[in-house]
């Protein structure tokens, strides 16, 4: 009797770990969806500017102490122009300085990392390959199904903007900066680097997942990745805990 209620609870406590685990995959992958779906719009606008821009996307290159991976680049002689997507609904609220912006969906309210300085990132990385004497100018792009309701920012070369603004904000810079021939050196010493790394997004994201206790919680970007041990074994947790729920194994 006591062997069958002891099955029963162990199994009952399997199964939710289980569910747990399946639906932090799913949310995941939604997530992952989103952002594509995202992506293949924002390639589709940028397609419509003139030969005077070469459009790089999807790039991988080494950044701080990681790879990192950005989702467009627009060179021109006007400037470079490194595109952030977040294929983000509802209210957007956040500043340049802050370190998590917020996104209310009805009744909903996240949270997610500062986007400004997720870019500012992605150029600290480009710089170290082409340099820094260019003009270059960070933009993030929100799905224009996102309200920018209170989103300030300060710098001069970083701009927050709705998908259908895209094509009119990189076209209002009309001074010419780059000559024709550095263009091409700057397309060819990104491309050589993304070659030299000569990882896929897959490769990319498993390079992401080698984790350290000073890594940030990607679902709350608060605290920071402990690690645990539970009734089944070691695993990462959320150091904002029980506020966060995060694990991975």
Partial sequence: ?????????????????????VSNIVKDTEIQVKGGFGELRLDFILSKLDKDY????????????????????AISVYGIFVIECKNFSGYIYGNDKD??????????KNTFYNPVR????????????????????????????????????????????????????????????????????????IFDCMKAINQNTGEHVR????????DKCPRCQKGNLTKRKGQYGEFWGCSEFPKCKYTRK
Wanted: charged share 25%; net charge negative.
């Fill in 118 to 189: 997720q870019n500012y990132a992605h150029i600290k990385a480009i710089e170290n390959i082409i340099g820094d004497e260019y003009n270059i100018y960070s933009i993030i792009v929100f799905s224009d199904k996102a309200t920018l309701k209170n989103v300030t920012i300060n710098g001069n070369n970083v701009i927050v903007i709705n998908e259908s603004e895209i094509l009119s904000t990189i076209s209002k810079y009309k001074d010419m900066t780059i000559n024709r021939e550095e263009i091409k050196i700057i397309r060819d010493k």
């Fill in 99 to 108: 370190k998590i912006w917020t996104q209310i969906v009805g009744k909903a």
């Fill in 54 to 73: 070469i459009i790089i996307k999807d790039i991988i290159i080494p950044g701080s102490n990681k790879t990192t991976q950005i989702d467009s680049i």
């Fill in 1 to 21: 009797m006591f062997k069958e209620i002891f099955e029963k609870v162990f199994m009952s406590e399997e199964i939710s770990q289980t569910v747990k685990e």
């Fill in 207 to 214: 390079n992401l997942k080698n984790i350290t206790e000073e």
